[in-house]
């Protein structure tokens, strides 16, 4: 029968499975410590596969912000570059819309959203634009004129640099996918190293 009399001889015997020969020729107390240290560690691992996977959760919401974070920069890049001609526009409305807020506290906040509505003329034909970009309270005045930019190709593609959500929103997104990103492997390595610590000091593991 084989005797293990420290955790060091233990340790090179812990590989063996309960279904090999050699773990019926240990002791019951034996046994019990082998089968002890297994569900441990069968414990750890899956508290290490479940940490793993919120992290990589965590990582794919920060990839998803800086995703359309880029997105929208490419897009502004390509209106800026598309629309390369110089119209006056004139506010000829103002749009407005409800809205519903929800916080932490599940307390829902209704506040009211303005757009402005532009009128513009290229090559002797008027153009109306609407914005769907709503802001908490209006910028312009019924009559107030604007530096807008238009495709020629297709003058209803517009690019208004003073009024745009993709500039107003800068580097909002870029900035909290990394963030999310940094925390979430931040926390999946203090996890690590606090278990890989752990098992250096407990011989039990």
């Known amino acids: 029968m084989k005797h293990f009399n420290n955790d060091e001889n233990f340790n090179n015997y812990n590989r063996i499975s309960y279904k090999d020969p050699e773990f019926d020729s240990l002791s019951d107390e034996e046994k019990v410590k082998y089968l002890t240290r297994g569900q441990k560690r069968g414990v750890m691992t899956c508290a290490t596969i479940f940490f793993g996977i919120i992290a990589l959760l965590f990582v794919a919401v920060?990839?998803?912000?800086?995703?359309?974070?880029l997105n929208g920069k490419k897009s502004l890049e390509k209106d800026h570059r598309q629309c390369s001609e110089l119209v006056e526009g004139i506010v000829t409305n103002i749009n407005s819309k409800e809205f519903n807020e929800r916080d932490s506290d599940d307390n829902i906040t209704k506040w009211t959203g303005y757009a402005p509505e532009f009128t513009y003329t290229y090559n002797g034909r008027e153009y109306t634009h609407k914005e769907n970009y709503y802001k908490h309270s209006s910028v312009y005045e019924i009559g107030d004129s604007e530096h807008i930019y238009i495709?020629?190709?297709?003058?209803?593609?517009?690019?208004?640099?003073?009024?745009?959500?993709?500039?107003?929103?800068?580097?909002?997104?870029?900035?909290?996918?990394i963030?999310?990103?940094?925390?979430?492997?931040?926390?999946?390595?203090?996890?690590?190293?606090?278990?890989?610590?752990?098992?250096?000091?407990?011989?039990?593991y």
């Open 151 to 177: 495709n020629p190709d297709d003058p209803a593609q517009v690019y208004i640099p003073n009024y745009d959500s993709r500039k107003d929103k800068g580097n909002t997104g870029l900035i909290i996918g």
């Open 62 to 69: 920060g990839v998803i912000f800086i995703r359309s974070n």
């Open 179 to 204: 963030i999310i990103i940094i925390a979430a492997v931040g926390i999946f390595l203090v996890y690590i190293i606090g278990l890989g610590i752990k098992l250096y000091k407990n011989s039990d």
